[in-house]
């Protein structure tokens, strides 16, 4: 049974940071890319990153810059570091293992102006 489980969402002023946790089962995250991908209400879920298990990572463009996505190998987790987050950055953010079904619940981010 894959287990995908979000952490570190939270509310924060613009400007302010964030880092995101999300801890996988190890079938999942032994063989696979991961992503962060979010959805903000009314919009449709979009790619925010990923990471190869080899660490070669990819952003979107409205992120570049200002997001670090990250793996613990041994610890089967995959992060993602938000610094001057802006308003338009409020979502629920969600983590993927790339090619497959599985989303995790999601974590809601806030970005107040």
């Known amino acids: 049974q894959v287990q995908l489980v979000e952490s570190g969402g939270g509310l924060v002023q613009a400007g302010g940071s964030l880092r995101l946790s999300c801890a996988a089962s190890?079938?999942?995250?032994?063989?696979?890319?991961m992503g962060w991908y979010r959805q903000a209400p009314g919009k449709q879920r979009e790619l925010v990153a990923t990471?190869?298990?080899?660490?070669?990572?990819n952003y979107a463009d409205s992120v570049k810059g200002r997001f670090t996505i990250s793996r613990d190998n041994a610890k089967n987790t995959v992060y993602l570091q938000m610094n001057s987050l802006k308003p338009e950055d409020t979502a629920v953010y969600y983590c993927h293992p790339e090619y497959t079904e599985y989303w995790g619940q999601g974590t809601q981010v806030t970005v107040s102006s």
């Open positions: 990471i190869t298990r080899g660490g070669s990572t």
């Open positions: 190890t079938n999942i995250f032994s063989i696979n890319t």
